[in-house]
């Protein structure tokens, strides 16, 4: 069965600085599809970022980019010059081939200011 | 944009009381998810539906059921709750297997 961990429970990151949201997975799949996804307080859950496995190249959106080690099956998430609006609960998620979709435990970051 | 609404932010519910709870969506998506969201445990599937009348167990059904008459809708259904089913209810929606999910704004749910 797949898994997913999140091992950090609680970040925090001076804004203007760089962080890094750990996350690992488990699967015997080859072609899958990973996401990270932002829940701000109070606030609908949204996609952050979305990486194929069957991409090389990492993906990124603006300040937010992932580190995809496929042998390690490991994702993790950089988030570069931290805003206070990245104050929120993150959530790595493993998608199969077939759709199920299934989460980590989540990391919650705090920006300060 | 899309919309994903559930009926309720907060209920509040007795033992054994019956529950609905109501997601809608507006994209037209085939797929659509109840999740429950809990501190430290992150979100479990509870049950999860690839199309009309269609359902599947997710990780976490016992206690739950759903129907899905329309596309558009997804209900989730506690027939007699149970004071361990207190939690945050999340409803999402995508338009393929491997698509980006839409959350509604989730339902707090408290079983006294």
């Known amino acids: 069965a797949q898994t997913v961990t999140q091992s950090q429970p609680e970040m925090s990151v001076q804004e203007a600085e760089t962080v890094t949201l750990s996350c690992t997975y488990d699967t015997s799949e080859n072609n899958y599809y990973l996401f990270w996804y932002k829940q701000p307080p109070s606030r609908q859950m949204i996609l952050v970022i979305r990486?194929?496995?069957?991409?090389?190249q990492n993906a990124t959106e603006n300040r937010f980019s992932v580190n995809f080690q496929k042998a390690a099956k490991s994702f993790s998430l950089k988030i570069s010059d931290s805003q206070l609006g990245d104050t929120a609960m993150y959530f790595c998620?493993?998608?199969?081939?077939?759709?199920?979709?299934?989460f980590g435990q989540g990391t919650t970051l705090q920006v300060k200011p | 944009d899309v919309k994903v609404t559930q009926s309720s932010r907060y209920l509040v519910k007795r033992t054994g009381e019956k529950v609905f709870l109501e997601c809608v969506q507006d994209m037209d998506h085939e797929n659509m998810f109840w999740y429950r969201q809990d501190p430290g445990l992150g979100l479990r599937l509870i049950y999860f539906?690839?199309?009309?009348?269609?359902?599947e167990k997710g990780d976490i059904p016992e206690g739950y059921s759903v129907s899905r008459e329309k596309k558009e809708r997804f209900s989730l259904i506690l027939e007699s709750a149970s004071t361990n089913q207190t939690s945050m209810y999340l409803c999402?929606?995508?338009?393929?297997?491997?698509?980006?999910?839409?959350f509604g704004e989730g339902s707090r749910l408290t079983v006294l």
């Open positions: 999402a929606s995508r338009v393929t297997n491997t698509g980006e999910l839409f």
């Open positions: 539906s690839y199309d009309v009348k269609m359902k």
């Open positions: 990486q194929e496995a069957y991409k090389q």
């Open positions: 998620a493993f998608c199969s081939n077939t759709g199920k979709l299934i």
